[in-house]
C-alpha cells in the first residue's frame, strides 16, 4: 500500500512563502515522476509542478502561473518532494495535493496531466489573504 501524506499548508499574507512537504510511504516504494496539483473552490484541479528523474538526470515542470515563484525539489533518501512557494498570491488558494507515478518514466515527457499519476495524497490547504 503506497501512501502520500501532504504537509506544510496554512494561513499566509500575499507575499508570503509557505513550504509543502510530500512523505511517501510504501514497500520498497520509489517514484521517477512526482508532481503537484491544486483545486481552488469551484474549479477545476490543475497542475502546478512535477520533478523526474531519467537516464539524463532530473527535470522539473511548472504550470505558467508559478513559474519564478515556486520550486520543487526531492529527497530521495527520504522519499519525500518538496514545493516552495514564495510570493504567494490569493489566486493561489487552493488544496494542493501530491501525485506520484508508478513504473517507468520516458525522457521527454512532461508528466503534467492528472492521468500520468497512479497514487493521490489527500491534499494540504493553502489560504493567502490579500
Known amino acids: 500500500q503506497v501512501q502520500l501524506v501532504e504537509s506544510g499548508g496554512g494561513l499566509v499574507q500575499a507575499g508570503g512563502s509557505l513550504r509543502l512537504s510530500c512523505a511517501a510511504s510504501?514497500?520498497?516504494?520509489?517514484?521517477?515522476?512526482m508532481g503537484w496539483f491544486r483545486q481552488a473552490p469551484g474549479k477545476e484541479r490543475e497542475f502546478v509542478s512535477a520533478?523526474?528523474?531519467?537516464?539524463?538526470?532530473?527535470?522539473?515542470y511548472y504550470a505558467d502561473s508559478v513559474k519564478g515563484r515556486f520550486t520543487i525539489s526531492r529527497d530521495n533518501a527520504k522519499n519525500t518532494v518538496y514545493l516552495q512557494m514564495n510570493s504567494l498570491k490569493p489566486e493561489d488558494t487552493a488544496v494542493y495535493s501530491c501525485?506520484?507515478?508508478?513504473?517507468?518514466?520516458?525522457?521527454?515527457?512532461?508528466?503534467?496531466?492528472?492521468?500520468?499519476?497512479?497514487?493521490w495524497g489527500q491534499g494540504t490547504q493553502v489560504t493567502v489573504s490579500s
Open positions: 520533478i523526474k528523474v531519467t537516464w539524463s538526470g532530473g527535470r522539473t
Open positions: 501525485a506520484a507515478r508508478r513504473g517507468a518514466v520516458s525522457n521527454d515527457y512532461p508528466y503534467i496531466r492528472e492521468s500520468d499519476y497512479d497514487y
Open positions: 510504501g514497500r520498497t516504494f520509489s517514484s521517477d515522476a
